[in-house]
């Protein structure tokens, strides 16, 4: 059972995420800012995080780097989620250091892979 959590600054999408956990039989922890996960990640050091690209406190490319240079949560995989549409953002993301990038909606589908692929 992997632990995985979810920065995401939106209530329904967390909401999703954690009953998706549930479905999937996995643990989640829900933040609803960069900072916030940023504290929880540090601390719980999850198998796996997903991230959405827009924070209003700090952009999500911003956390992932900040995760990256972190002692304890440059080894997490990151998965970038956004309902945004540019072509670019994947690319981005990935050079970054993220594990792979999902549009939004995610669907269950979508995170069974991610966690399959990547929550170590």
Do not use: W
Not at 5 to 19: A, E, M, P
Not at 22 to 50: E, F, M, T, Y
Not at 74 to 93: F, K, L, N, T, Y
Not at 112 to 117: F, M, P, T, V
Request: aromatic share 4%; charged share 20%.
């Amino acid at each position: 059972m992997a632990l995985i959590l979810f920065i995401d600054d939106d209530l329904g999408s967390r909401v999703l995420y954690d009953k998706a956990c549930k479905i999937l039989g996995q643990r989640s922890l829900l933040a609803d800012s960069g900072k916030q996960g940023l504290a929880i990640a540090r601390k719980c050091q999850p198998n796996l995080i997903v991230l959405d690209l827009s924070l209003p406190d700090l952009d999500g490319l911003h956390v992932l780097t900040q995760l990256r240079q972190g002692n304890r949560t440059a080894h997490i995989p990151v998965v970038i989620v956004s309902a945004g549409v540019s072509e670019q953002d994947p690319q981005v993301s990935q050079a970054a250091g993220a594990a792979a990038y999902l549009h939004k909606p995610v669907g269950l589908n979508a995170l069974q892979n991610a966690i399959d692929n990547f929550a170590v």
